[in-house]
């Protein structure tokens, strides 16, 4: 790869880049441009139970994907508690109405999934016409966007998600990459998007290393997991790069080899489940549940780069499972047990750090200079996105959010843990 390490000049741009989308579609997790930023201008800052609530959908089962949006349809999935069926769910934008609930697949014997999972909860990512979801290793499918047919689908992959799968599929040009992160097997894999082929699967390089009291390689599962979504970003030189965060390490990747390219190892980390972000030549990437680290990474470099590519570290108030944003020259995150931080982005320097209570799964996201965040109990806090920590607006929803909102026109989509709000102003 023609990214060199010493190179601090590189300018890269995520390959689906958010300006190329239409506002209204929130086509994967984390929105267009990967980064949770919507375009939005006219978002709701107050809501409630009878307040901005243009409609609201109970959903039944238990699930914790994210929706997402493609013209004025919502797609979620979602999966029955024992997790012996997978369901994809098809809604009216403007309604709310359900336009059909389409059982995919039936697993007579569902892996064990820890009750703070879901059977259900990697997040769909879509294209014109298309769906593509996967539930983990039980089942992998295209879908017609139109009335749920299945164009193709996968139940071979072999992977022991342990707690429950988590990582979301994404799209790069002909491929449909998924990390699959267990305690048996950890890989990445391209499948061709129109059949469902394998195109390309990787191993990871790193594996827990600890060893037992007879000298050998200890089989614990958790330190093996991780549950984070990959991303492309298109480097100076038009070099495209998959970045991708594993147990114990964030790797870089050529997309359409799989070949790995470097790997910043951040050894006794494990579970990382946030989708790293990227700006001013850095990636900035949590690194999992036991350090709650985050990292700021120069791509490029061969092989193991961890002396000399990381910029700097924090582990003050950095996230296990919210993802962080990143606007202008700051980073914003909130940490599962509701500390908001505001960092500097190109030093790491820490600007403010305040509690905002409450417990936190699902990732924010930015939209009008307004960040807004939604924990597992009910509770919405929009807050500014500036140098001063400001609270705009605190809400209330009668359920909690695992999953992430998307965002269509003025149009605020939260997904609780029993029903989908159509949230706007009115």
Known sequence: MAIRAGILTLSFSLSINAASHAAENWDQFRGPGEQGQAEASRLPTEWGEK???AWKTPVEGKAWSSPVVWGDRIWV?????KGTELSVVCLNKSNGKVLYDKLLWKVEDPQFCHAFNSYASPTPVLEDGLVYLTFGSPYTACLKASDGEVVWKRSDFVCDHFRGAGSSPILYKGLLILNFDGAD?????????KTGKTIWKTPRSVDYRDLDANGKPK???DMRKAYGTPLILKAAGGHDLLVSAGAMALYGYDPMTG???WRVETIGTHSSSCRPVTGHGLIYATMGF????????????KGLVSGSHVAWKYNKAAPKKPSILLHGDLLFMVDDGGVAACLDAKSGKEIWKQRIGGNFSASPILADGRIYLFDEDGKGTVIAADRAFKVIATNELEAGCMGSPAVSGDLLIVRTKKALYGIRNR
């Open 259 to 261: 070949k790995e390219l």
């Open 290 to 301: 036991s350090k709650g680290l985050l990292i700021a990474v120069r791509p490029g470099g």
């Open 51 to 53: 307040k901005n609530v």
């Open 77 to 81: 999935t979602k999966a029955n508690p």
């Open 219 to 221: 089989r614990d599962g």
């Open 185 to 193: 097997h950890q890989f990445v894999v391209a499948m061709d998007k």
